[in-house]
Structures are given as C-alpha cells and as structure tokens.
C-alpha cells in the first residue's frame, strides 16, 4: 500500500531523562478510520501532539500526501489540515461560541451543518462557552474540526466521559467519514467501540510501535496481547463478565443503611433522589450528561447544601457543611479527575498523608516515622509502581488513581464514593481497581461508584440505579444491569416489556 | 526505560537534576561568586566587621522574606509587610516612654496581628486576589500611620536602648544580637514547613486547593491564620529594622518591599504555590544584601544600581526555571 | 433549515448578544452612575470646581490604567508600568528641551519607544519562562534606573502646544480637553482591536491559554503584544505628564497602584479574559473625584488615602463575594 495519507516512522521524544517515543511510527491510508492503542504511558497522546503541533519532535521523518510534513504550531498542522480534538476542549471559556469560531478561522455555516448531524441543532452562538456543559463544549470542539474539513482528524478519547446519546452520534458521524478523502485516527480504551468503528489499529508499547492490526473478530485480544507485552498472559479474570459477584454477601440488611439519602433536591439538575447504601455493598449509578449525578455526588461529599431532603448516616441525620463534615462522618469521595485529586508537584507520600494532617489539632509536629509507616503501607496494599518521594505528576494515569484511593484506605473510612474512577485508563489497571472496590466492600465499606462504562457495572457492583431527569428511574440487581437496559432506563425510556 | 534511554542521561542532565534536588548548592556558589568579586574590587573588604555588618542588614530582610516564602507557598503574596513593619516600629517608638520597651514592643505587635486578620479574612474568606488584598491594607494602613503621626506630633519618637542593642549591635564585637531573636525564629520557620502538619497543608493548598479541600482541610482557616503569623512577623522585622536604621518613621522599610519578594524568588520558591522553602529565602536575603554592597563598592551611581538589581533578580529566576522546569 | 427556524435562532442570537452585553457593562454603567452623582456632589460642595483639573491629572493615571488593563486581560501583569512612566517622562523632558521645533517628530519617537519597551517587557515574560509578576519586577527596577539615567533629577522642558493639547475644554464643561485626548486615542487603538483576531487572541489567551493555544493562537506573540501595548499607553501617560508638568520626574509616581486600583474598580479580572477598558477610566475619575471632594471636606489628606484604601478592599470583597455567590448556584 504505498497510498498513504500520513506517515510518521521512527519518531522519538524525551522528557528530561524518560523517552516518552523512542521508535513509534503510524501509516494512515486514506478514507480509513485508524486506532491508535496502548495503555496508559505508552505514548498515544504525546505522538497525537506531535502531529498537530502542539509539542516538537525530538527526532523521525512525517509525510502528508507523500510530501514532507513539519508542523511547529497548532496554528501551522490545521493549515496543514491535521487537527486534533483534546479531552479537555480546546474552548476559551470567556469567550462565545461565535468568538471561539472567529478565533479559528471556521466558517459558521459548515459548523451548523455539523453540529445538527452530531444532535445540537440549536445552539445560542452567542452564550459565553463557561455557561455551556462540558460534554457540550466537546461537541463544539468536535464540530468546529469537521466543519473545516481535516485531512487527517485526530480524536484523543472523545468518547470518555460523553453521555451515552452523543457517544452514539459522535460515533456514527466518525463512521461516516470511512471511505472519504480524509482519515480519523482514534484513541479510545474502549475496546468495543475500536472493534465496532476502526478498520486498523496501530498498538504501541513503552513507546514504540509494536504492531498493525486489521480490525476483525478476534483482533481484541490480539490487540490486548500487544498492550500488554509478553509479561501479562495470565487470563485475566475480570475480563470475564460477572466475575465473583459478592452479592451483598456481606450486606448486612438489618441494620440502618450506611448511607442513606430521601427526596434530596439541589442545584440545576437533581430533583429528587431516594437512596439506600448498605455496608458491604457496590451500588452502582449510571446516568447521562447532566442528570443530577454531579449535584449528587457533591452533596454527599460535602461540596454542596441541598435545597431540600435528607442524608442520612447509619441512620442519623446529618448536614455536610464542607467536605470536612463528610470525612469526618466516614464518607470521602474519590473524584475521577486526577488533577482535581491530586497535588500534582507534591510527593506520593504528602498526598496519601494529606487527610491525616487536615484537622487543627494535627497541625502541630508530625510524627515521620509513622507517616512513613502507613504510606509505606498503603503502596505496598495497592500495589502503586512508584517510589514514595516521588512527584504525583510523574505517575501514569493509572498509578495516580490508586493514590487517590491510597490516601483513605489507613483511616477507617466507612464509605467510598467513587466517580468515574477508570476514566482514562489502562485495562490493566481498571482491573485492579475493579478488584480494589470489591475488597473494600468484602471488608466492610459502602461503595458508591459512578460510571460512564456501561459494562463495568456487572463488572464491579451489586446493585444499580439509573438517574433521568435529577430522578431514580430504575434499580436492579448487577445480574439484570446490561448494557441495553441500563441505556434505556439511562434515556428514560420504560424498560423492554416485562419488569424492571 | 530502554537502554538507549539511560545511556542519553547526559552529564548536563544529572547537574540539572542534582541542582533541582539540592537547591542550597548553587545559592551558595552564586554567593561565593559575588564574595569573591567583591574582595576583586576592594582588596580587604571582605573581614569579620564586613561579614557582622552584612548579616546586621539581611536579618530583618530575611524575616521578611519568611512572610513572602509562607504566602507565595499558598499562591499568595504580602505586599503589605514592609507598611506593617515601618508601622510597628512607629508605634512602638511612640509607646516607649509610657509603656518601657517590652510593653511597647508587644503592643506594637497587635495592630500587626490585626491587619493581618483582616488580610486573611480578605484572601481567606472572601477569596480576594492576595496581590489585591494586600496592596489595598498597605494604602490603609500607610495612611493610617500618618494620621496616627499626625495626632501624635506632641509625643515625638523614641528608639529605646534595648531596640538598639538588638537590632544595631553584636556580641563579641562581631554577632549581630538580632540574630538571637532570628535564629530561633528561622529554625521554628524551617521545621515548620517541613515537619509540622500546618507547613505541609500550605504546600498543599498551594500546590491545588480544591484537592486540599476534598481531602478535609478548611483553607480558609489555614489562609487566615497564614496571614496573621505573616502580619506579626513582619512587625518583628520592623522591630528589628528600627534597631539596625536607628529611627522609627512610617517609611521606614518600604524600600525593602520588592527586595522581600526578590529574596524568596531567588531563593527557589514558586510564586505559582507549591514548591519551594524557606533556607533558599534566607541565602537569598544575604544575596541581595552582598549584591547591594557590590553596587555600592563599585561607586556606579544609584541607577546603574538599580538596574544591575533588576537585570540580577531576573538573570537568578530565570536560570531557577531552567532547572527546575519539567521538561 | 427552515426559513422560520432561522429567524428564530437569528433573535435567540440577538437576545444572548443584548444579555451578554448588558450582563458584562452593567457594572461599567454603574460606575458611569456613580461618577455622575459624586460630580453633582462634588459641584454642590464647590460650584467653581471644574471637570478640566480632574481630567489632566487623571490624564497619565488613566493611561496607565488602561495600558495594565490589557497585560491583565491577557492574563499577564505589568510591574514596570510606573518606572516606564517615568521613563519616557523624562526622555520626552529631555529632547523637548534641547529640541523643541522637533516636537512633533519627538512625540512619535516617545510613542515608538514606549512600544519598545513593552515588546522587551514581553519579550522577557516569553523567552525566560519566569512568571511575569517577578520579570516585570526586575524590569520595573531596570527602567527605573534607566529614567535616572537619562535624567538625575527632576528637569527638561515641555512645548505649548501639548499642554494647550489638553487644557481646558471644548465648548462645554462635560468635555475636557484632556477626557476627549484620552477617550479618542483609547478608542482608536480599541475599538478595531477589540473584534480583531489579534484582539480576541488578547482575551483568549487570559482566559485559557492552553485552549488558546490548541485553537491555533500564537501565545507568545499574542502577549509580546499586550506588552507592548501597556508600552505604548504608558508612554502616553509619560507624555501626559510632561505636557501637563512641564518637566520630566525621574522618580516614579504612585502608577502602579492606582493603576491595579482602577482595575479592580473598574471590573476586569485578574485571572485575565474579561473585562474591558471603559471601567477601569471611569475608576480612576471617582477615585479622583473621592479625593477632591475629601479636600473640600477639609479632610486630611491622610484620611483620604485611608478612604481610598477602604473603597478598594470593600469593593474587592464585594466583587469578589458576588463571584462566589454566582459560581456556587
């Protein structure tokens, strides 16, 4: 095939001392939808930055129509017509959306066009971009790349926490695509979707490319083996659906709900939520963009007071004041944005002993051999590949997760709310933190765990409940929550015939 | 990592990171510099009288640049400690001769403590821009002291023997006696940022504040307190100031202002938060004090002074970013 | 898309863009409020009092003011901005007094170096990566010194017609010489630059640089700019000040504070991205007009300062609990 859209071979790129690219290399053909795969730390985002100009090779040859391609600039790749479109969208936020446009040169028409196909006709051009949804800021990224018609689009996992709706658009409108003038390469960790949309996939590892698959059945696991290397051939268990579901084994149904909330009304979007949350359980919640889960989880962190309604802590009432109230009554949440959770310049060991030194009356003299003591301990519990002077913006994705988690596992912590905690990362790594919530709530904790990954809920919880509309519209046991049912009852449609 | 990787650490890099890792070292060789040019120019200069008399002018400085290392830790600034410390000196000169030294020293010390809560109620609670917060408190509080001078033209001013003798004068001819009220204040500084649980929480909130939150700190509470121990911290300098100066005016130490702010960049910390300490501040106050007496030696005339500062100031902070940048 | 759907997102858009509009000046329109009661009172306390004093002395503060207005919404800061006052003070002082038939020649070279000196100020920010609060520190030393340089103490001459330039008023009392130079010049550098690219790269990159820059705007260059804009003003400022004077100081004035004082009054954030210029010089006029009224109060100038300070942290905390208020809904 020596028709090649785009061609990058033998690109390198180090930060400092770590080669983030030492020998990667892509070949797109044209009209073709490529993916682009590797766990977290492989290299996916730093070659896509290169492409686009965001960030200046260290070495490697690129060509564009067969001719030599260097970009230095964003600015420079869009001309070129390669454009990327981030997970953090490339909005201003004080800015309109019409202002955005005029930024970049798109014409206003070609972005209408685009994003009636992507499911927002009607969009106020002249709302200031900080008022709009963060899914719906994606989208408008998204629109404003197709609308000046890229050679080669470049997607760095734009299906990531979308809502399951505009997930389904933005997909279809990708596969429109196949067969045109132009290419999309896709970074995407979600397999079913690569398998469903992608016609090849390109699979680096520590950096390097280490293999090109033809997308067809059977091509997951071999892609899966290219991830991983020679080292993880061990069947990995979790990949199984409903593996070792605990079943409230360990719920204890007498006693008062661990927590509990009734008619809990705050913010824009939740209206009215019931729920019961018993130790020794995982209750999963699944909801589309913007259904009241965001004000849910703030209010039973502590972030928000809600309007009206009651939390209730095994079985007293309680009012969060600030996230200090809900730690302290044994609720912590642990956000699936790193860069909110964690201090990024500060070692490992500051964060996991962050909770430790919160309260006044810790603020005096510490004691360093214990605090070494029980950091030490939480690495070693979860497994954390990484020194504890080490700085948390050097980890990977999936190593910073874990500390995120570390820093609550010595203090006794009854209840756990997890939002979206495999957001971004490696397979690898979502299996350990599957296997991480289910041993919390074996020993004991109420587990709350929010996803936008419809099939982790028969992978990691009891129980689930659907939010529509700021409301619980449906609850079932983890056995009858697959994917069709949790997206209709996520849609707020009836379940299929028979009963919920 | 792969084996071409390691074998590209070059030399340069391995500096890069020890000098990331170990901060003091280049601090001190920049000072040994500036020693070593000096003794060029005036052959004799650097003696045991030089070195008191040096330490004497950067020991308030360096208290002050404890004030700034704190703030910007959190992300913050306190552009009014220098009005604080002139004030409090002023104060306390015009409370001698009723209330003897001690007594008026203390007293000086609790309009200190109250700018400094109304600083950290601003910062803390309202959520004002530091750099706003504070430069408003400083007009405030410098046309507070001309009112207060103004009512109080009869009283006149005094700066009491003991004042003198701590901030002016040495032990042994050669220890400048301020340095037992700083030595112990520095080491409760230093420890306090490495070993104590508040010193950590302004890493932290620094570093990201919405992380420190969620995991249970009240930041406003940690801001308010910040500000107060700033506030009387820098009245303490100013105590000393008036010693080293010899007159309490409501000026005194303004000039010191920028070269605070100066000290702590030099000296490593980030003016974004997060990183850096307060031994760099104090190698940095000593640096700037030497680099002054160098200007002077050199008999340029105070604009060349000023501009060799400046041109200085940058030259250091912009190979710290250098070094200790990412990438 | 059907012709009564178009018509509909058509007044939609109009609508966001009058709320929009309303929404961002109607903090400047009540600054405009305010001003115009405190001149009512100010004329209640002395009749004679005319709009022209206050205008030429706002004159060079108002210049700065604006000039730091634009490094903020580019979310920068400029330090330096009173040293470079000063500087090209004294420099216009100093060849208008050796030179005067060149005085038309010398006020573009003025303006030219004040463009200058703002491009080496952002130059500086981008180069050296160190955060512009500690470069425009270093550099406020520098000009500074600078200003001595060229003139070691307070001396030079001035030519008539600048000062005639912004003395007095045209026609009526509302409008001072000095308030039509400031608002006809700021207007035509603005108002074309505000809808620009160049001018939307300003706010864009105050607002979110990385989106900035993953949109295709050229950062460096978009702040190398705001410099050397907030150069150009306070070379106006400098130029203000020597025709009002007649001499060149080498000694900065109080520029940098006000200047962050207008600011604040004047509604831009510090964060950068927001904000526009009209607020800021409306600030300046009612903290101008503040400190008259305190002198014919016979109010002690000590007090006045005290005043101002007050006004400044109220506001601020005002603004900045509103902000609060409105993030947390």
Redesign the interface.
């Known amino acids: 095939m020596t028709d090649l859209l785009l061609e990058a071979s033998g690109v390198v790129k180090?930060?400092?001392?770590?080669?983030a690219l030492?020998d990667a290399s892509l070949a797109i053909r044209p009209g073709e939808v490529h993916a682009l795969m590797g766990a977290n730390g492989a290299g996916k985002s730093t070659l896509v930055k290169i492409l686009t100009g965001a960030v200046r090779a260290d070495g490697g040859a690129f060509t564009l129509h067969g001719r030599q391609l260097a970009v230095h600039s964003p600015a420079e790749a869009r001309r070129s017509g390669l454009v990327c479109v981030y997970q953090e969208p490339a909005i201003v936020p004080d800015l309109t959306v019409a202002e955005n446009l005029a930024l970049t040169g798109t014409p206003v028409d070609a972005f209408r066009t685009q994003m009636a196909d992507l499911g927002i006709g009607s969009l106020d051009l002249g709302a200031t971009a900080r008022n709009l949804p963060l899914a719906t800021l994606r989208i408008i990224d998204l629109a404003r790349a197709l609308a000046i018609e890229p050679d080669v689009l470049l997607l760095d996992e734009m299906t990531a926490a979308l809502p399951a709706d505009l997930t389904a658009r933005v997909l279809e409108v990708i596969s429109s695509r196949r067969g045109g003038t132009g290419s999309v390469i896709f970074i995407s960790h979600r397999m079913l979707e690569v398998a469903g949309l992608c016609d090849r996939a390109t699979v680096l590892r520590?950096?390097r490319t280490v293999g090109v698959v033809e997308v067809a059945a059977g091509a997951e696991e071999q892609i899966v083996a290219l991830m991983l290397g020679p080292a993880a051939e061990d069947g990995d268990p979790a990949l199984t659906p409903a593996g070792a579901q605990h079943g409230g084994a360990a719920a204890d149904t007498d006693a008062a709900p661990r927590l509990a909330t009734r008619n809990l009304k705050a913010g824009r979007n939740l209206e009215d939520v019931t729920l019961d949350l018993r130790a020794g359980e995982v209750l999963g919640i699944v909801a589309l963009e913007g259904q009241g889960q965001d004000e849910l989880f703030d209010v039973l962190?502590g972030?928000l007071r809600p309007e009206t309604g009651e939390i209730m802590v095994d079985g007293a009432a309680v009012a969060f004041r600030?996230?200090?109230d809900a730690?302290?009554a044994g609720v912590v949440?642990v956000?699936g944005d790193r860069?909110?959770?964690?201090?990024?310049?500060?070692s490992v060991r500051?964060n996991i002993?962050?909770?430790?030194?919160?309260?006044?009356r810790?603020?005096?003299?510490?004691n360093?051999g214990s605090e070494r003591r029980r950091v030490r301990a939480a690495i070693d519990r979860l497994q954390i590949d990484t020194r504890a002077q080490a700085e948390a913006?050097r980890l990977s994705g999936g190593n910073q997760q874990k500390v995120t988690i570390a820093?609550w596992l010595e203090s006794g912590v009854a209840t756990f709310l997890f939002y979206d905690p495999t957001r971004g990362i490696d397979i690898r790594t979502k299996i350990e933190i599957y296997q991480l919530v289910r041993d919390l709530a074996a020993a004991g904790a109420a587990v709350l765990l929010l996803t936008s990954e419809l099939d982790e809920i028969q992978r990691a919880c009891d129980r689930a409940i659907v939010i529509f509309g700021g409301r619980v519209v449906g609850e079932m046991p983890a056995a009858a929550a697959d994917a069709p049912t949790l997206l209709r009852a996520a849609h707020g449609l009836q379940p299929a015939g028979g009963t919920a | 990592?792969?084996a071409?990787?390691?074998a590209?650490?070059s030399p340069l890099?391995t500096l890069r990171?020890w000098m990331r890792d170990q901060p003091l070292v280049p601090l001190f060789g920049l000072l040994g510099v500036l020693v070593v040019v000096l003794e060029v120019v005036q052959p004799g200069i650097v003696s045991p009288g030089w070195v008191s008399n040096t330490i004497r002018f950067a020991v308030p400085l360096a208290m002050l640049a404890a004030c700034q290392t704190m703030t910007m830790l959190t992300g913050g600034?306190d552009l009014s400690v220098a009005v604080v410390a002139s004030m409090t000196s002023y104060v306390m000169a015009t409370l001698v001769s009723d209330f003897g030294w001690l007594g008026a020293s203390l007293f000086a010390l609790i309009p200190a403590a109250v700018v400094g809560l109304?600083n950290g109620i601003?910062v803390g609670w309202?959520?004002?821009?530091p750099?706003?917060?504070t430069?408003?408190?400083?007009?405030?509080?410098?046309?507070?002291v001309?009112?207060y001078?103004?009512a109080n033209i009869t009283g006149g001013t005094r700066v009491p023997p003991e004042i003198s003798w701590l901030g002016g004068q040495t032990l042994f001819g050669f220890l400048p006696n301020s340095l037992l009220l700083f030595v112990p204040l520095a080491a409760v500084v230093l420890?306090g940022l490495r070993?104590?649980?508040?010193g950590?929480?302004l890493?932290?909130v620094g570093?990201?504040e919405?992380?420190?939150?969620?995991?249970?700190?009240?930041v406003g509470?940690v801001l308010v307190l910040l500000y107060v121990i700033s506030a009387v911290l820098a009245g303490l300098a100013g105590l000393i100031f008036a010693g080293v100066i010899g007159s309490a005016t409501g000026r005194l130490v303004d000039p010191f202002l920028?070269p605070s702010?100066?000290a702590a960049?030099i000296g490593g910390t980030?003016?974004?938060g997060?990183?850096g300490g307060y031994s760099g501040s104090i190698v940095g106050a000593v640096i700037l004090t030497v680099l002054v007496t160098l200007l002077t030696v050199l008999q340029q005339?105070?604009?060349?002074?000023?501009?060799?500062?400046?041109?200085i100031?940058?030259a250091v902070?912009?190979a710290y970013?250098?070094i200790t940048?990412?990438? | 898309m059907t012709e009564r759907v178009q018509r509909r997102l058509d007044t939609t858009a109009a609508r966001g863009l009058i709320a929009r509009a309303t929404r961002g000046d109607a903090w400047t329109v009540g600054l405009i409020v305010i001003f115009a009661a405190l001149l009512v009172f100010t004329k209640l306390l002395r009749s004679s009092y005319g709009l022209d004093a206050l205008a030429i002395g706002a004159l060079p503060v108002a210049f700065a003011a604006v000039g730091q207005a634009i490094v903020v919404i580019s979310g920068g800061?400029d330090l330096s901005i009173g040293s470079v006052i000063a500087l090209t003070n004294v420099i216009a002082a100093v060849l208008l007094m050796n030179a005067p038939e060149l005085s038309v020649p010398i006020v573009l070279l003025v303006l030219l170096i004040g463009v200058l000196i703002g491009v080496v100020n952002g130059v500086?920010v981008v180069v050296?990566?160190?955060?512009d609060?500690?470069?425009t520190?270093?550099?406020?030393?520098?000009w500074?010194?600078?200003?001595?340089?060229v003139l070691?103490t307070p001396g030079g001459g001035s030519v008539d017609w600048l000062r005639t330039l912004i003395t007095g008023t045209l026609g009526i009392e509302l409008l001072p010489r000095a308030l039509v130079v400031l608002l006809v010049i700021v207007g035509l550098v603005w108002i074309p630059l505000r809808r620009s690219r160049l001018g939307l790269s300003i706010y864009a990159v105050g607002s979110n640089q990385l989106a900035a820059f993953r949109s295709g705007v050229n950062v460096a260059r978009t702040k190398v700019v705001a410099y050397a804009l907030a150069g150009f003003f306070a070379a106006l400022g400098g130029l203000a000040l020597t025709a009002s004077t007649g001499i060149g100081t080498p000694i900065p004035g109080p520029y940098l504070?006000l200047s962050?004082?207008a600011i604040?009054l004047g509604g831009v954030s510090?964060a950068g991205g927001r904000g526009g210029l009209l607020g800021p010089i409306v600030g300046i006029y009612i903290l101008g007009l503040i400190r008259a009224d305190m002198t014919f109060l016979g109010v002690?100038?000590?007090?006045?300062?005290?005043?101002?300070?007050?006004i400044?942290?109220v506001v601020?905390?005002v603004g900045?609990?509103l902000?609060?208020r409105r993030a947390a809904t």
């Open positions: 180090h930060y400092g001392a770590v080669a030492s520590d950096g962190s972030q600030h996230p200090a730690i302290r949440l956000p860069s909110t959770a964690l201090l990024m310049q500060r500051e002993g962050l909770p430790a030194i919160a309260s006044p810790r603020w005096g003299l510490m360093m913006r820093r | 990592m792969t071409e990787a390691t590209r650490v890099r990171g600034i109304v601003g309202f959520r004002v821009h750099l706003i917060m430069i408003s408190m400083s007009l405030i509080v410098s046309g507070a001309n009112v001078a103004r420890v070993r104590f649980g508040y950590r929480l890493y932290a570093d990201n919405t992380a420190a939150r969620l995991a249970g700190v009240r509470h920028l702010v100066a960049v980030s003016i974004f997060g990183r005339p105070e604009a060349v002074r000023q501009i060799l500062f400046g041109a100031i940058l902070a912009a970013t250098r940048e990412q990438t | 800061i500086l050296s990566r160190v955060p609060i500690v470069v520190l270093s550099m406020l030393f520098v500074a010194g600078a200003a001595l340089l070691g504070l962050v004082a604040v510090l002690q100038p000590a007090y006045s300062t005290v005043l101002q300070g007050v400044m942290v601020v905390m900045a609990y902000t609060l």
